[in-house]
């Protein structure tokens, strides 16, 4: 159930990227691809490719936002916990 869990994560990043919230243009683009990668990657689990780079993206994002944005930080710690119970 990890990747069914992940969808759920994935799909309430893209709802909090669709409100209206106060990051740049360039913020939110960077996040949709970010996206974009975790879709992929659930894709590449089906097929059992999995990519470990995409981890340290989405670190690096948490990070990036942890400060700033606290609750969409918080939606891409849980997505960093899905793909680790994953094995990713």
């Not at 992940?6 to 893209?14: F, S």
């Not at 700033?68 to 930080?73: E, G, N, Y």
Request: aromatic share 2%; glycine share 4%; no cysteine.
């Amino acid at each position: 159930m990890p990747a069914s869990r992940l969808q759920q994560q994935l799909d309430e990043l893209r709802a909090q990227l669709s409100q209206d919230s106060p990051l740049s243009e360039q913020e939110r683009a960077e996040l949709y691809v970010l996206s974009q990668e975790i879709e992929l990657q659930l894709a590449r689990e089906a097929a059992a490719a999995p990519d470990a780079t995409l981890v340290d993206g989405v670190n690096l994002a948490v990070e990036r936002f942890e400060v700033s944005h606290p609750t969409l930080a918080g939606t891409l710690r849980n997505i960093v916990q899905s793909l680790a119970n994953m094995g990713i």
